[in-house]
DNA sequence: CGGGATAAAGAAAAATTTTCGGCATGGAAC
DNA sequence: GTTCCATGCCGAAAATTTTTCTTTATCCCG
C-alpha cells in the first residue's frame, strides 16, 4: 500500500470540499504547476483513495426533510437471516445508511423521508415486511447540527 | 420555491451517483444537447438545490478504519449551554456528524478514528472536556452495509 | 392571429483536461 | 567519481469540455 506525502494529503483535504476545484486553482495552492497536480490526482483516484465524485443535494428543497435513526435487533442471527437482511436493506431507497453494529442492538438504519406519515408506511409496509425483525426503536432527528462529508486526512 | 420537472430530476439523481459526468454524457443520456442540459445544472445549483461537489474518499485506506456513533445526554438544558456543545462539538475533525434529537439522549455524533487508542484519547480528552455533558453511550460499528450520499429524488 | 415567454438547438469562444517530451534531482551500482 | 535509472516536476500542444451567445420552435395568452 502507497503512503501519501504532504501534497497528496491536501490535494484530498481540498477535493474533500470541492471537487470541482480546477487542477489550475489547486496547483496554485499547492504552488506546482498543472502536470504534477495531475499526475497525482489521477493516482489518487487509481490507488483507490478517490472513490468517487458526487453532487451534495439539499434535503429540505428535495422534500425530504424527516430523518431518523432507526435501531434494529433481528429474532435470530444466523447468517443466511442475517444476509437476508442486509440484501433487503440495500434495496430500500429510504435507507440512506446502514451499519452492523456491536452492542445491545443488531443494525442501525439512517432514514430520510418527506413526512411523518411517509415513515409511517415505511416502517408498516417496507422494513416490518422483512423477515426476522425482533425490534425497531425510531428515534427522530430534530436538527442537523454538523453533517462532513470527508473524513480528516492525518 | 420552484419545481422539478423529470428531466431535472433525472440530472440530480445522476450527478448524486457521478458529479463528473459530462454534460455531454448527460445530454446523451436525456436526448437533449448540450445547452439545455448546462442551463438546468446551472440553474439546480443556483437555486440550492445542487449544494457542492465533493470527492467520496475511502476511509480505511486513509487510515480511519473506525466508526462509532455516540449518544449524548446534557446534563443541564439551558439554550445557552446547548449553543456551546455544539460549538464545541462543530470544532472537532473526528465528528463527521452530529443530530440533535429527540427521545432520550440529546445528541447522536457519529465519529471517526484510527484506532481505539485513539477513540480512547478522543472521548477522554476532547469530547469529555467539554461542559455540562451528562452521559456517554459509545456504539462501535462492525461492519458498513450501506452508505448513500444521497437522497432520493421523487 | 400576433406578442411574449420558455426551452431547446447550434455554433463559436474560452477554459480545462489530457497527453507527451524534456529536464533536474537523487540514489544505486560499478 | 561517474554512469545509469527512476522519480517528480515543468512546459507546450492536442483533445475535450465548459461557457457564452444567437437563432429557432413551441406554447400560452390576449
Redesign the pocket.
Known amino acids: 500500500m502507497e503512503q501519501l506525502?504532504e501534497?497528496d494529503k491536501k490535494i484530498l483535504r481540498l477535493l474533500q470540499e470541492d471537487a470541482?476545484?480546477?487542477?489550475?486553482?489547486l496547483?496554485a495552492q499547492l504552488?506546482?504547476?498543472?502536470?504534477?497536480?495531475?499526475?497525482?490526482?489521477?493516482r489518487l483516484e487509481g490507488i483507490g483513495f478517490i472513490k468517487q465524485y458526487v453532487a451534495v443535494l439539499d434535503k429540505n428543497l428535495l422534500g425530504q426533510p424527516i430523518t431518523t435513526f432507526c435501531q434494529v435487533s433481528m429474532r435470530y442471527h444466523d447468517k443466511a437471516f442475517i444476509n437476508k437482511f442486509e440484501e433487503e436493506i440495500k434495496k430500500l431507497a429510504e435507507v440512506q445508511e446502514c451499519y452492523h453494529m456491536a452492542g445491545q442492538v443488531d443494525f442501525l438504519l439512517k432514514i430520510h423521508v418527506g413526512s411523518l406519515d411517509e415513515y409511517h408506511n415505511f416502517v408498516k409496509y417496507k422494513l416490518s415486511e422483512i423477515e426476522n425483525i425482533g425490534t425497531l426503536n425510531s428515534t427522530f432527528v430534530l436538527k442537523e447540527i454538523k453533517r462532513n462529508l470527508g473524513y480528516p486526512v492525518h
Open positions: 506525502d501534497i470541482k476545484l480546477t487542477t489550475k486553482e496547483a504552488g506546482l504547476t498543472l502536470s504534477p497536480v495531475y499526475e497525482r490526482i489521477k
